[in-house]
């Protein structure tokens, strides 16, 4: 494997506040299994067509490109990654980039199919994952996600712990006001008694409906606060780009994570953009635009016609999500399950 700092990068992508990207986000699918609450109604969203679905080989093309242009990590998302039967192949090419310079290759999953699929993704090169998984009490999983299936997430989270190939296994809960605070000891817990790193995100507006609300948001430092309280935390360095702030409890047991991008943005070290599930970049998780790679690609653009696409978009990042700036912030153009983590 070429270390990144031997490896030398054709054009890095640079936007123009001065952030390099090394991090894009792949959504295979905008299908899912499952029907979050505060990602999308019950009765699931008009999906893409399939011949609008990126190919096997165009996202491995795409990601290729991307690679050559300094990315070094790649997370497959959805909708639901897993759903999608090509995933361990996806995987199995894009691991083959490590050559080129790709560092580490993830997916974000909601874990229902990991039980069976868990030593396909290792064996196919996979090398982290991330978990949704927003309670630990049957009924509130049920009423979340409208599936009663938090025991299958589960025993896929104690599969993987016989994967070692993948790790970190991350636990991402998201955390919302009345419905959180009973369990953040239980997930403290999680974390000291399993080799799961548990992260909490702040709810943020990418629902389907349109219905959050910032008096829904239950802020990290809330609870850090009850945490800490309960076995003081100590902080552990992260990279700049990193989005979550990590810590550690005083004896040594379990990493927590906070991600929050409503109280504490972390815009101004962004690394990221991601590529839909069509074939659009899109340079910011809140973009209002989006730049079409799929038509050019099967237009028969030329890598250094597509590589032009992905400089130019990058060249118009968003310097930041405006959330907090009351009537400025504009609801992205669309939701969650298409846009992927
Ligand atoms: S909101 Fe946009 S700019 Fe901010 S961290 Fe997320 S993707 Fe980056």
């Not at 712990?161 to 369990?183: C, D, G, H, Q, W």
């Not at 389907?208 to 309280?229: C, H, K, P, S």
């Amino acid at each position: 494997m070429q270390a990144a700092a031997e490896r030398r990068v054709d054009h890095p992508l640079v936007d123009s506040y001065g952030r390099q990207i090394q991090d894009l986000r792949i959504s295979i699918t905008d299908r899912c299994n499952f029907r979050c609450q505060y990602c999308m109604p019950a009765e699931g969203l008009p999906w893409l067509p399939s011949e609008k679905v990126l190919t096997d080989e165009e996202i491995v093309r795409l990601a290729r490109i991307f690679v050559h242009h300094g990315i070094t990590e790649i997370r497959l998302t959805g909708g639901e990654p897993t759903v999608r039967p090509s995933l361990p192949n996806i995987i199995r090419q894009l691991s083959a980039l490590r050559e080129e310079g790709l560092e580490s290759l993830s997916i974000t999953t909601n874990g229902v199919l990991l039980d069976k699929l868990a030593g396909k993704l290792a064996d196919a090169g996979l090398t982290r994952i991330n978990v949704s998984l927003d309670t630990l009490v049957r009924e509130k999983f049920h009423r979340v996600t409208r599936r009663d299936c938090l025991d299958r997430v589960l025993k896929g989270l104690a599969t993987l712990e016989n994967y070692p190939s993948i790790r970190p296994i991350k636990v991402n809960a998201v955390a919302m006001k009345n419905f959180t605070e009973e369990e953040i000891l239980s997930f403290a817990e999680l974390a000291r008694s399993k080799p799961y790193v548990v992260r909490f995100i702040e709810f943020m507006p990418l629902d389907a409906d349109g219905n959050w609300r910032r008096e829904q948001v239950l802020t990290g430092r809330e609870i850090f606060d009850v945490m800490n309280r309960w076995k003081p935390l100590l902080p552990i360095e992260t990279r700049a780009s990193s989005t979550s702030r990590r810590y550690r409890f005083v004896d040594g047991l379990g990493e927590i994570g906070f991600i929050n991008p409503v109280s504490e943005p972390f815009c101004s070290t962004c690394n990221r953009v991601r590529l839909t599930a069509d074939g659009q970049i899109r340079t910011c998780l809140f973009s209002i635009d989006e730049w079409n790679l799929a038509g050019p690609l099967r237009a028969g653009a030329s890598d250094a016609q597509i590589s032009e696409i992905m400089q130019h978009s990058v060249s118009h990042k968003e310097l930041k999500h405006k959330i907090n700036e009351g009537p400025a912030f504009q609801r992205a153009s669309r939701s969650m399950s298409q846009i992927g983590g």
